[in-house]
Nanobody
Framework: VQLQASGGGLVRTGDSLRLSCTAS????????MGWFRQPPGKEREFVAR????????YYADSVKGRFTISRSNIKNTPWLQMNSLRPEDTAVYYC?????????????????WGPGTLVTVSS
């Protein structure tokens, strides 16, 4: 499945953004969904994950308490609500899908990706 993240932009410290992820075709019902990000000059890192039925949300320590991952009831597409944004949250954000059993958090655990969306947080 081909994914597309959207909703990024330029914001100030403390602002909020909501990212969404859509599938070019098919449904995401059978996939666990994750959000990753890649800061400038750094490796891609895990942000959050949610189970197929919208349960089992799990977060990186760096975003816990500020970000919330959820899924749409209609199309089962994932959202990432980002509050209290900081300059260190600046990155290209990607959504990803996996059918892997267990608790995937590494990019290698996810087999469907798409173009990311850039989030820039100014100080």
């Amino acid at each position: 499945v081909q994914l597309q993240a959207s909703g990024g932009g330029l914001v100030r410290t403390g602002d909020s953004l909501r990212l969404s992820c859509t599938a070019s075709e098919g449904t995401l019902t059978n996939y666990k969904m994750g959000w990753f990000r890649q800061p400038p000059g750094k490796e891609r890192e895990f942000v959050a994950r949610i189970g197929r039925n919208g349960v089992g949300a799990y977060y990186a320590d760096s975003v816990k308490g500020r970000f919330t991952i959820s899924r749409s009831n209609i199309k089962n597409t994932p959202w990432l609500q980002m509050n209290s944004l900081r300059p260190e949250d600046t990155a290209v954000y990607y959504c990803a899908a996996t059918t892997l059993v267990g608790q995937p958090t590494h990019p290698h655990d996810f087999n469907s990706w798409g173009p990311g969306t850039l989030v820039t947080v100014s100080s």
